[in-house]
């Protein structure tokens, strides 16, 4: 693999208390709209508050805030995102290089291969996906721009991972919650980080099963014209359809193909 992702693809450091352009308030706000998600599509104050990291009155400011601007909808009891929760997503989507130039290439790349497509960037312990496509007669799990996977057992999240130093890739897998998603989930510290290893040294990574029983998963990484990381880019496929080592031999040349291709079009991401 290439040289280590850039610091814009770590998670960064809480700004200090003493920081007085801090301002905690947007924080909070911000941690209140993003915590929905498909398993918690409406929720509660309290609910909100414990998904949110923050006390009740502080979620209830949040709540109210964000409601009054129109960025959630509620029925008095539970909360939801409104249609103008899509304008935060949006500015990045089209105001950055990476997404805009992978969406086009995930296409073509799923409608030869009729497999599903993805490209994805380290957030925090996930890997966030920023572009996907799903071709006819491919696999659909649900997975979406701005859906997380888990660091740990997703051919997404180990490649990525991957693209730090070995010294902070140990430090993130001891301290990240890890937990068997499947019988065939890979998740016990020295197993998780042996893999990643791996991937740093021979340039891809697979996930049979981990996530999901029945799907196999296959990444590599992506850089931008000066060998920096910016990301990983994987396919994924119903196990019936072929065995593991058959959907490495056909898809992870059109992995590299894609990968390169996507290096010759990036700029630098600042």
Same mark, same amino acid.
């Given at each position: 693999?290439?040289?280590?992702?850039?610091?814009?693809?770590?998670?960064?450091?809480?700004?200090?208390?003493?920081?007085?352009?801090?301002? &905690?308030?947007?924080?909070?706000?911000? $941690?209140?709209?993003?915590?929905?998600? #498909?398993?918690? !599509? /409406?929720?509660? =104050? %309290?609910?909100?508050?414990?998904?949110?990291?923050?006390?009740?009155?502080?979620?209830?400011?949040?709540?109210h805030t964000l409601h009054a601007l129109g960025y959630l909808d509620s029925d008095g009891k539970r909360?939801?995102?409104?249609?103008?929760?899509?304008?935060?997503?949006?500015?990045?989507?089209?105001?950055?290089?990476?997404?805009?130039?992978?969406?086009?290439?995930?296409?073509?790349?799923?409608?030869?291969?009729?497999?599903?497509? &993805?490209?994805?960037?380290?957030?925090? $312990?996930?890997?966030?996906?920023?572009? #996907?496509?799903? !071709? /006819?007669?491919? =696999? %659909?799990?649900g997975l979406a721009i701005g859906s997380r996977l888990p660091g740990y057992c997703s051919a997404l999240?180990?490649?990525?991972?991957?693209?730090?130093?070995?010294?902070?890739?140990?430090?993130?897998?001891?301290?990240?919650?890890?937990?068997?998603?499947?019988?065939?989930?890979?998740?016990?510290?020295?197993?998780?980080?042996?893999?990643?290893?791996?991937?740093?040294?021979?340039?891809?990574?697979?996930?049979?099963?981990?996530?999901?029983?029945?799907?196999?998963?296959?990444?590599?990484?992506?850089?931008?014209?000066?060998?920096? !990381?910016?990301?990983?880019? %994987?396919?994924?496929?119903?196990?019936?359809?072929?065995?593991?080592?058959?959907?490495?031999?056909?898809?992870?040349?059109?992995?590299?193909?894609?990968?390169?291709?996507?290096?010759?079009?990036?700029?630098?991401?600042?």
């Amino acid at each position: 693999m290439r040289k280590n992702a850039s610091a814009a693809a770590r998670p960064r450091a809480a700004a200090a208390p003493e920081d007085k352009s801090f301002v &905690t308030a947007l924080q909070k706000g911000l $941690d209140v709209l993003t915590c929905f998600n #498909r398993e918690a !599509a /409406r929720l509660t =104050l %309290s609910e909100v508050a414990r998904l949110a990291g923050s006390t009740p009155a502080s979620a209830r400011r949040s709540l109210h805030t964000l409601h009054a601007l129109g960025y959630l909808d509620s029925d008095g009891k539970r909360f939801w995102p409104a249609p103008r929760a899509l304008l935060v997503g949006h500015s990045y989507l089209v105001s950055r290089p990476l997404p805009q130039l992978a969406q086009p290439l995930l296409d073509a790349l799923a409608e030869r291969t009729r497999q599903s497509a &993805t490209f994805g960037t380290l957030l925090g $312990d996930d890997a966030l996906i920023i572009a #996907r496509s799903t !071709a /006819r007669r491919s =696999l %659909s799990t649900g997975l979406a721009i701005g859906s997380r996977l888990p660091g740990y057992c997703s051919a997404l999240g180990r490649t990525l991972l991957a693209s730090l130093p070995p010294d902070e890739v140990r430090r993130r897998i001891e301290l990240m919650p890890r937990k068997p998603l499947t019988e065939r989930t890979v998740w016990r510290t020295r197993e998780v980080i042996a893999l990643v290893d791996r991937c740093r040294e021979e340039g891809w990574t697979g996930s049979d099963g981990e996530l999901e029983l029945g799907v196999r998963s296959l990444a590599v990484p992506a850089f931008d014209r000066e060998g920096r !990381a910016v990301g990983a880019i %994987s396919m994924a496929v119903r196990a019936e359809r072929m065995t593991m080592a058959e959907f490495r031999e056909a898809m992870l040349p059109v992995l590299q193909k894609a990968r390169d291709s996507l290096a010759q079009r990036l700029p630098r991401e600042g």
